[in-house]
Nanobody
Framework: QVQLQESGPGLVKPSQTLSLTCTVS??????????WTWIRQPPGKGLEWMGA???????YYSPSLKSHTSISRDTSNDRFTLQLTSVTPEDTAVYYC?????????????WGQGTQVTVSS
């Protein structure tokens, strides 16, 4: 059973950098064909795909967030990290990490429980 757990600050000030970590248990970040993903949901809005780091280490980002988003991984500890620079109140959201895989379409088979991040001074 794969489990994902997000961790990070619940409150960040505008213009600061948000850093969130997803710790994976029961699975490996280098297991073939899996993509380790960050997704967020602002209040009252739908899910937004932010980016992913693939099993081979390549990263992929949403074009709208690419300029201030970075995803990295620590394969020794099965953790991957999201950094979002220069945050604004519009970055307030519940942030999720998830595992995705491509078959005939993308699917997300495991999710973290989500962590609330509020951007406010």
């Amino acid at each position: 059973q794969v489990q994902l757990q997000e961790s990070g600050p619940g409150l960040v000030k505008p213009s600061q950098t948000l850093s969130l970590t997803c710790t994976v248990s029961g699975g490996s970040l280098t297991a073939n064909n899996y993509y380790w993903t960050w997704i967020r949901q602002p209040p009252g809005k739908g899910l937004e795909w932010m980016g992913a780091i693939a099993y081979h280490g390549r990263t992929y980002y949403s074009p709208s967030l690419k300029s201030h988003t970075s995803i990295s991984r620590d394969t020794s500890n099965d953790r991957f990290t999201l950094q979002l620079t220069s945050v604004t109140p519009e970055d307030t959201a519940v942030y999720y990490c998830a595992r995705s895989v491509y078959g005939s379409a993308w699917s997300y088979d495991y999710w973290g429980q989500g962590t609330q991040v509020t951007v406010s001074s």
